[in-house]
């Protein structure tokens, strides 16, 4: 597609149980990059992936989160046992290379994500 | 401990009005300073500024980056209301040059 896409654009979840986000990135991007953000702040770094590899997972605030992406292309953000602290938009970015601070990182539009 | 400070936080203005965004950074080995426009939610990118650009314009849309003062100003001139949006500044260092590290953002209003 012409961007980067996301889905659901909504999910309202109970709090405990476990969902998945999914990310479709510009096609020929190898760099994707999931972000969080929380009302009234800006977006936070959760993990980068280079190819199919995780290049960086330090955003990660705790292992109830987990991200794949298993052939280099879509990426799922999978995360265990909700919390209520965890309602967000969750947003990917996709760049052409990545690993690079002059790579442009492109924006799909986010899910919100409500835990109740 | 690294941060970007955007002010102000929110602003109103009038359609015709010039405004000018300011985003003060503390960054050890920096690299870059970028600009995004946020409206609804996906954020879209305006301008990135390194210390071998760093001055950029695009239409009504420009941007400086001081690098003795270490800020960086979004100027929009003539505004109309679809520049109504939140305004970020992220940065890049060296200690991740991937990761964008956004500041909390500047909330735009331009009423007709």
């Known amino acids: 597609g012409a961007g980067v896409s996301q889905t659901p654009s909504n999910k309202v979840t109970e709090k405990g149980k476990y969902v998945e986000l999914r990310c479709d990135p510009i096609s020929g991007h190898t760099a994707l990059y999931w972000y969080r953000q929380s009302l009234g702040q800006g977006p936070e770094f959760l993990i980068y992936f280079q190819g199919t590899g995780a290049a960086d997972d330090s955003g990660l605030p705790n292992d109830r989160f987990f991200a794949v992406r298993p052939e280099g292309s879509v990426s799922t953000l999978k995360i265990q046992r909700t919390e209520r602290g965890d309602s967000a938009v969750y947003l990917c970015?996709?760049?052409?290379?990545?690993?690079?601070?002059?790579?442009?990182?492109?924006f799909g539009p986010g899910t919100r994500l409500t835990v109740l | 401990e690294d941060k970007v400070v955007q002010s102000p936080l929110s602003l109103v203005v009038h359609e015709g009005d010039t405004v000018t965004l300011n985003c003060s950074y503390e960054?050890?080995?920096?690299?870059?300073l970028l600009w995004y426009k946020q409206e609804k939610k996906a954020p879209t990118f305006l301008f990135m500024l390194?210390?071998?650009?760093i001055e950029k314009k695009s239409g009504r849309l420009s941007s400086i980056l001081d690098k003795k003062e270490l800020f960086s100003i979004l100027n929009i001139t003539a505004t109309q209301t679809g520049d109504s949006a939140v305004y970020l500044c992220?940065?890049?260092?060296?200690?991740?040059?991937?990761?964008?590290?956004f500041g909390k953002g500047t909330s735009l209003l331009v009423t007709p």
């Open positions: 390194t210390s071998s650009g």
């Open positions: 960054v050890t080995n920096f690299r870059s």
């Open positions: 970015a996709s760049s052409r290379s990545g690993g690079s601070s002059t790579d442009t990182q492109y």
């Open positions: 992220a940065y890049t260092n060296s200690n991740s040059g991937y990761a964008l590290n």
